[in-house]
């Protein structure tokens, strides 16, 4: 099985969570995975160009869909927005071969390779958990998690709607628990997990937004969790960079380490802190790993 994947990080790994971009690649290649880059992507648009300007969005996800094509590779995201944009996209274009058509024409005027439709769309964290051989990531583990409590945080965008993810189990998903009981962790249980970070009404409902944050960390932390993980970098700085603001509108102290889940990866496969940029967290995972001796 081919570990060649074309490789489209997204807007917020490139600017802002840039840890999450150095800790995948840092992973990736100790795994085996090769990350091609993808110098003419463009943003993906994400959930407000889809809904503003439809025709648009499809025609700028097939353009990055032609990209990887071209390459010869399936395309492999770390961004859960990223990842439903462009999977809604090439589930319409493998689904509705008159969209494709229609499409296709936008991108010939503008002399763009037309879009086939023949690949698929993967995030790394699936590419880890469902194509990486376990015996592979258990000799390549050098830190393992030593029965930490770890909070998966999935959210909304990695998960539906379920018809277009090729059947990732939608509402069901594992991955990351999958991910944290390979590294010597225990999956903490909660309601929170698999709810909506917020990002998307950050600018709409400022004190909504916040509440979601503050109600799913505290979720997590109540139910014994010592660090959160999320597969989404848009997720990482809601939980994260938001943490500290939503305790002023939840009212309570939450204090709970969140890092993209190629860091805490990283760190159980022995990469240096600097790498995953563990000083750019904005609740230092510090005292959570050395209680865990990690």
């Known amino acids: 099985m081919s570990l060649e994947f074309a490789y489209y990080p997204g807007c917020a790994a490139k600017q802002v969570q840039k840890e999450a971009a150095s800790s995948a690649e840092a992973v990736a290649d100790i795994l085996g995975i090769s990350l091609k880059p993808m110098p ?16 648009f969005s499809l025609a700028v996800a097939a353009r990055i869909l032609s990209e990887a094509e071209a390459m010869g590779h399936d395309l492999c995201t770390i961004c859960n927005t990223c990842l439903q944009t462009l999977s809604h996209a090439n589930y319409r274009f493998k689904n509705e071969p008159d969209i ?3 499409i ?16 698929k769309v993967h995030h790394l964290l699936w590419v880890i958990t469902e ?7 258990k000799k390549k583990i050098v830190k393992p998690l030593n029965g930490m409590n770890v909070a998966p945080f999935y959210g909304c965008h990695s998960q539906r709607p379920e018809e277009i993810f090729d059947g990732r189990k939608g509402e069901k998903a594992d991955q990351l628990d999958q991910l944290i009981h390979a590294l010597g962790g225990q999956s903490v249980h909660y309601d929170g ?12 409902d400022k004190e909504e937004m916040r509440t979601m944050v503050g109600e799913n960390c505290l979720d997590a932390k109540n139910s014994g969790a010592e660090i959160m993980i999320s597969p989404c970098t848009l997720c ?15 009212g309570k102290s939450i204090n709970l380490p969140e890092m993209n889940f190629a860091q805490l990866l990283g760190v159980a496969l022995g990469v240096d802190h600097g790498t995953l940029g563990m000083d750019r967290l904005h609740v230092d995972p510090s005292a959570a790993l050395k209680k865990r001796n990690v």
Do not use: W
């Open 193 to 204: 997990k698999d709810k909506c970070c917020g990002f998307h009404v950050m600018l709409s």
């Open 104 to 119: 296709n024409a936008v991108l010939k005027k503008s002399g763009v390779r037309p879009y086939q439709a023949s690949i």
């Open 40 to 55: 003419r992507a463009t943003c993906c648009g994400a959930v407000s160009l889809r809904e503003s300007k439809p025709a």
């Open 131 to 137: 194509q990486v051989d376990p015996e592979l990531l």
């Open 100 to 102: 494709l058509d229609g």
């Open 236 to 250: 990482d700085m809601a939980m994260g960079a938001y943490q500290k603001p939503a305790e002023s509108v939840v």
